[in-house]
């Protein structure tokens, strides 16, 4: 019996009264949300309601139990296109277990990519206008790469963050900010064809020609014999001599 109660029944029942919490400060946000902004809900927010992280240290080793129950109930959310329970349940989540990466690019997609979609489906159809829907979009985008820098902040080098912050970034048109993230990818060591071939895309539409021949050149060696880029990378890079010159002349 003591055994059931350390390993099933105290996990669950601290999950319990955590989702609770999650519900209860998702309120204000819940109030707000077609004022200002979902996600007035943020991790200081929430560790200051659990009496000043005083229940973090309760939780111990249960901590990713915990967390993972916590997403599920974000998941759900999610489902039901619920903003503000679906991020305070994100929100908490990445408190409760910061180094669980998935909790913070997925839950950044979530934030960039679909609360836009879930806004404006809530206002009236005559104010749905593709000018109000970028505007949404671009609001959301900002939210979301804070939301990714906090937890770079925590893993700075990370490749799966700094992606998905150069992918959400590409989403919205930020492309200053996406060729930033892919920089830093691609200054690892043995970066990827594909991350390459995106930090040269970027590196052209922000005009930065030279560089991207550069990036571009360094991919024909790491190409295999019978890839199709084998093609497509010399073609490419014809193109970006052509702009360079253009620029000179």
């Known amino acids: 019996m003591r055994f059931f109660l350390d390993r099933y029944l105290k996990p669950a029942l601290v999950a319990i009264a955590i989702i609770a919490l999650a519900g209860i400060c998702a309120i204000p946000a819940r109030n707000a949300a077609l004022k200002v902004s979902p996600h007035n809900v943020d991790s200081s927010t929430i560790r200051a309601a659990l009496g000043n992280g005083v229940l973090f240290g309760v939780l111990g080793g249960y901590r990713s139990l915990i967390s993972d129950f916590v997403w599920i ?6 489902e039901k296109k619920d903003i503000a329970p679906c991020i305070a349940s994100i929100e908490l989540a990445t408190a409760i277990d910061p180094y669980m990466i998935t909790f913070w690019t997925q839950g950044a997609s979530i934030i960039a990519f679909d609360t836009p979609h879930w806004i404006i489906g809530k206002l009236p159809k005559d104010k749905r206008t593709p000018e109000l829907m970028a505007i949404i979009k671009k609001r959301q985008t900002r939210i979301a790469l804070k939301f990714i820098d906090r937890a770079l902040k925590i893993f700075p080098d990370n490749q799966e963050l700094l992606i998905q912050k150069g992918q959400i970034a590409i989403g919205a048109g930020f492309f200053d900010i996406a060729e930033k993230a892919y920089a830093a990818v691609a200054a690892q060591p043995d970066p ?4 390459r071939r995106i930090y040269s895309s970027l590196l052209l539409k922000n005009g930065k020609f030279k560089e991207a021949l550069k ?7 790491d190409l295999d014999p019978d890839s199709p880029l084998q093609k497509i990378i010399p073609q490419q890079i014809e193109k970006t001599k052509e702009l360079i010159k253009k620029t000179q002349s």
């Open 73 to 78: 109930k974000s998941y759900l959310e999610w």
């Open 192 to 195: 990827q064809i594909y991350v």
């Open 215 to 221: 990036v571009l050149e360094s991919i024909l060696p």
